[in-house]
């Protein structure tokens, strides 16, 4: 089961039309996630992930392109899809009038469960997302983190096999991101859940997710496991401290021919970036004794995910800014209701 398609997408497109000029808000997109896998999807501001998401819940349709989400086609069953997904906006779901456990049973009636099942299925959701203490609170009454847990656990409500989180955790505390995240790696281990999220939080990304995806000006510019996009694309950063600048200019000829990595020389230190570094730093050190040369001090700091959209795009992700795709999107697209808009 874990390397059956759950999502398959060919080519998909949307432009968007603003003051009549065209936006290209996703271009090409196309890939298959496996049931089963964590696949965080990363870009800056406008980068058309929240627009994918949109397209692959069937919120906004396509300008060109295909995709099967759960078995079905986006364009031809939409219904089909929609009854097999959950889908976690970015707004707060829930009627901020209603208590917890009254929004879990509405939300069952509105996927036409059974009272019974409905209950169930409730109560089921505030024991595994440990809503337990507040349920029978008003949404109004909860904190950001609480609320985000009711969120996914309305998108839970009818035990669907894959569920959309868009930026889950932003703007809550550590502290319940933290706790956010453990009930979302639950979601897997109890209920089989396959989830594809958005997050501007990279560590979250390189710490959870198995696949990691990133987009930039609508188009998918990496897609592989965040330990391999670092190794290859980014590498640990090796640097060296010397007792003078003339010193570290005679390092840097003696570190070149150990390592094809551009080498850099910056007053008394000499930096470069290089996969294993971990490997490579004692050797560095051993060969610049045998040279006579002394060095007083090394580092070696492991990539993050920011260091790979720097060396994909030239830039940081914490750095890029607002782009226009996904204001597009969010200017065209139905806006999300109390129902996540993916019932009707």
């Not at 759950?6 to 496996?34: N, Q, Y």
């Not at 996927?111 to 409730?122: F, I, L, N």
């Not at 850099?264 to 490579?280: E, I, K, Q, R, Y």
Request: charged share 25%.
């Amino acid at each position: 089961m874990a390397t059956e398609p759950i999502i398959e997408t060919e080519g998909l497109t949307k432009v968007f039309t603003v003051k009549k000029t065209s936006v290209d808000a996703v271009t090409d997109l196309s890939f298959t996630a496996a049931r089963g896998e964590l696949v965080a999807f990363l870009g800056p501001n406008g980068a058309g992930k929240s627009t994918s998401l949109r397209m692959l819940t069937t919120l906004i349709p396509p300008t060109s392109g295909t995709a099967r989400v759960v078995g079905h086609d986006i364009r031809t069953d939409a219904a089909g899809v929609r009854a097999r997904i959950g889908y976690v906006g970015q707004l707060t779901s829930g009627s901020f009038s209603q208590r917890v456990r009254d929004e879990l049973l509405s939300q069952g009636a509105f996927y036409g469960m059974s009272k019974r099942d409905s209950a169930r299925r409730a109560d089921e959701l505030i024991d595994s997302l440990d809503l337990g203490s507040f349920a029978a609170r008003t949404v109004q009454q909860l904190s950001g983190g609480q609320k985000r847990r009711l969120d996914i656990a309305l998108g839970l409500m009818h035990a669907p096999p894959l569920i959309f989180l868009d930026e889950p955790s932003t703007g809550l505390d550590p502290q319940s991101r933290a706790n956010l995240w453990e009930h979302i790696l639950d979601l897997r281990t109890q209920h089989g859940t396959t989830v594809f999220l958005t997050t501007h939080y990279l560590e979250e990304a390189d710490r959870y997710a198995e696949r990691v995806m990133v987009m930039d000006k609508g188009r998918i510019i990496a897609d592989d496991d965040a330990a391999a996009l670092k190794a290859t694309l980014a590498g640990d950063v090796l640097t060296f401290g010397f007792a003078d600048d003339a010193v570290a200019a005679s390092a840097r000829a003696v570190i070149s021919r150990l390592s094809p990595a551009e080498v850099t020389v910056d007053a008394d230190s000499v930096s470069l970036a290089v996969p294993n570094g971990d490997l490579l730093l004692p050797v560095i050190v051993h060969e610049l004794d045998a040279a006579g040369i002394q060095v007083r001090r090394a580092t070696g700091v492991p990539p993050t995910l920011d260091d790979v959209f720097l060396a994909l795009t030239g830039r940081t992700l914490r750095d890029a800014g607002e782009g226009a795709a996904d204001a597009a999107s969010d200017s065209e697209a139905p806006s999300e209701t109390t129902r996540t808009g993916i019932l009707s």
